[in-house]
Structure formats: C-alpha cells, structure tokens
C-alpha cells in the first residue's frame, strides 16, 4: 500500500489553540531587526504540509495546488534568498519546466528529509518582495515573506469554481502561518495587494499554469502605542 504520511513536526507551543486562535491579530508593521531560527520556520512550513484527516486540508477535495515561493531574509541558519515549498513533490517536474532554468533546486541544509523544500537563488530578495507586494515595508522586514503560486490552466477548462477554491487554499495556508506565528511568539499578516505579473517575470513563468494568488509576510512586529488592544471578545464578557 501507500506508505503512512510523516507525523508532524514537534509543535513550538504547548499553549490551546483556543488561546492562539482568540490572540490571533495582524501585524500593521515589522520591527525589521528580528528573525526566527530555522527549526521554528520548518516547523511553520511543515504545518502547510497536508495530510490525511488532519484539518484543515481535509476541506480541499483534490491534490494541493498551492506552492509557497519563499523570500527568507531572518532565519537563523538559512541563507537569505528565494526557496519553494513543494506541498504536492509531483509538481516538481512541472514547476521546474514552468520557471527559468536558472534556479538552482538544490536541498536546504539541516531541513528535516520529509519536508519538500528547496532553495531557489540565494539573494538579498528584501527590495524586490517589498516592491511585488505594493511596495509594502512590511513584506521587507519580516523574518520571510511569501508568494503562493497556484495551479491556474485547469480553470479555464470550463471549471470557473477552481478559480474560487484556489483562494480558499490560499486563504487556508495563511490561517496556519496565522496561528504557528503566533505560538512561535511571532506574527502573520496577510498581502492582498501585490503584483503578480512582477513575480511571474522574476521566476521566469511564461504560461498560465502558475499563477500567483495571494501574498503573507511573517515577524516580530512593531506595536502601535496609539492603538488599544482588548482581550478578544471582551464585549461578551459576562453575559450568561
């Protein structure tokens, strides 16, 4: 038979995810300093990983068709520069013949066996993932940032609700990254304002079979003294 899927990596957290979940908040700034070591990026990635039974991939009815491409620039260990996060190996032909030649794909020193992850180019990728996600700072200075490519052929084959279903693909992996953030004791914010067409010229993508979908930057962020944080759901405190 199929051999049995790998356990997760440890978690970074002992704490509920009820807490994480409720704590959850969308950094608006990054201090630019910080960074996270390379065992907690391998485990947020390794969360992105889908499995059997295991929520919320159980809610996508067909093979992962979402591939983190990853601008690291903080990670304690890793070098700086543009990786992939294979969430589905058999891609990896495709999305090798899809991009310039000039990529390297060689394996991440010290990334646990299990975990498709493959450095692209090592580079200074801080100016050029700031300008593709709308010249925000925020995506330049994160421990990383990311692009999420998405399998985008099969939709104009007269199948116009996979465009749809896509995004919510998108929209799960940046839930996780959400919550590992936190229990790493870092933050998460979502990029709904980038520019593809920048990304797929910089990774050498001439057809539409990948496309870039939605963006997410992860670090220690800067806190905003002029806003009030209030412990989540404080309005119903009391009620019966």
């Known amino acids: 038979g199929a051999p049995l899927p790998l356990p997760p990596l440890p978690p970074i957290s002992r704490e509920p995810a009820s ?14 300093v910080s960074g996270i070591t390379a065992a907690t990026f391998f485990r947020m990635l390794d969360a992105l990983m889908p499995r059997p039974d295991v929520p919320p991939w159980t809610m996508v009815n067909e093979a992962s068709r979402v591939h983190p491409v990853l601008f690291v620039h903080r990670v304690e260990g890793l070098e700086p520069g543009v990786y992939c996060l294979l969430r589905d190996r058999d891609e990896l032909p495709a999305l090798k013949a899809e991009m310039a030649l000039s990529w390297e794909w060689t394996q991440v020193p010290g990334c646990p066996l299990h975990l498709p992850l493959y450095l692209l180019a090592s580079a200074d990728a801080r100016a050029f993932s700031a300008a593709a996600s709308c010249h925000q700072e925020i995506a330049a200075d994160s421990a990383f940032s990311l692009a999420m490519l998405a399998r985008y052929d099969d939709i104009a084959e007269n199948q116009p609700w996979l465009y749809r279903e896509r995004f919510w693909e998108t929209g799960m992996i940046g839930q996780a990254l959400y919550l590992e953030a936190e229990a790493a004791g ?15 010229e910089a990774l050498g993508l001439t057809t539409l079979r990948y496309q870039d979908l939605y963006h997410f930057t992860v670090g220690t962020a800067r ?18």
């Not at 807490?19 to 630019?32: E, H, M, T, Y």
């Not at 870092?186 to 797929?200: K, P």
């Open 19 to 32: 807490r994480l979940i409720q704590r959850r908040r969308s950094a608006q700034a990054f201090d630019g």
């Open 186 to 200: 870092v933050q998460g914010t979502g990029i709904g304002c980038y520019f593809d067409d920048t990304v797929h």
């Open 223 to 240: 806190l905003d003294t002029r806003l009030t944080t209030e412990p989540a759901y404080a309005h119903l405190t009391g009620r019966g």
